[in-house]
T-cell receptor, first 114, second 114 residues
Framework: AQSVAQPEDQVNVAEGNPLTVKCTYSVSGNPYLFWYVQYPNRGLQFLLKYITGDNLVKGSYGFEAEFNKSQTSFHLKKPSALVSDSALYFCAVRAYSSASKIIFGSGTRLSIRP | DAGVTQSPTHLIKTRGQQVTLRCSPKSGHDTVSWYQQALGQGPQFIFQYYEEEERQRGNFPDRFSGHQFPNYSSELNVNALLLGDSALYLC?????????????FGPGTRLLVL
């Protein structure tokens, strides 16, 4: 069965500092991995995805994520945080063999202080 | 280029009633997925429609049903509403291209069951 774990409910970072939001996954076969961001009272916005190829994936708004197969992790990173990055972040996984079902983590609230 | 749209934005119903939520996919997309996001949780997959048929279903009872129209828009119907059905309902659209489809989300419909 597919599953995603986001071990931190909240991450607090000072503006200008690097940030990391952690994600580990479990899936049979090759995974498709995604990061989405959700602002208050809004739907989810797609940030980036890993399908295959380079383990470092670059996405929107300066975010990037590193796929680590041995650690089954897909951590989200940004070199320099902005106050406007404060939001709820979701990691998600889909098995290669699954037609459509995406499994989401429970979310991590990112708070950037000025 | 219009993104995914959903209607209504908010809805209040009482237990036992029935509700219909609507979704129009992003231009060029042919697949619609529905998710339920309870407060403080990640989205849970309800089902996906492609070519007007349900392609995959999550762990939701038969009270949850759907439909996809020839123009690719979709409806989610929930019968015999329970208090626990109160949630944000998200629609996501995608274009099936092999197995690399990325799902783009609408703003959601917030349903409150009293």
């Amino acid at each position: 069965a597919q599953s995603v774990a986001q071990p931190e409910d909240q991450v607090n970072v000072a503006e200008g500092n690097p940030l990391t939001v952690k994600c580990t996954y479990s899936v049979s076969g090759n995974p498709y991995l995604f990061w989405y961001v959700q602002y208050p009272n809004r739907g989810l916005q797609f940030l980036l995805k890993y399908i295959t190829g380079d383990n470092l994936v670059k996405g929107s708004y300066g975010f990037e994520a590193e796929f680590n197969k041995s650690q089954t992790s897909f951590h989200l990173k940004k070199p320099s945080a902005l106050v406007s990055d404060s939001a709820l972040y979701f990691c998600a996984v889909r098995a290669y063999s699954s037609a459509s079902k995406i499994i989401f983590g429970s979310g991590t609230r990112l708070s950037i202080r000025p | 280029d219009a993104g995914v749209t959903q209607s209504p934005t908010h809805l209040i119903k009482t237990r036992g009633q029935q509700v219909t939520l609507r979704c129009s996919p992003k231009s060029g997309h042919d697949t619609v997925s529905w998710y339920q996001q309870a407060l403080g949780q990640g989205p849970q997959f309800i089902f996906q429609y492609y070519e007007e048929e349900e392609r995959q279903r999550g762990n939701f009872p038969d009270r949850f049903s759907g439909h996809q129209f020839p123009n690719y828009s979709s409806e989610l119907n929930v019968n015999a509403l329970l208090l626990g059905d109160s949630a944000l309902y998200l629609c996501a659209s995608s274009l099936v291209q092999g197995r690399e489809e990325t799902q783009y989300f609408g703003p959601g419909t917030r349903l409150l069951v009293l």
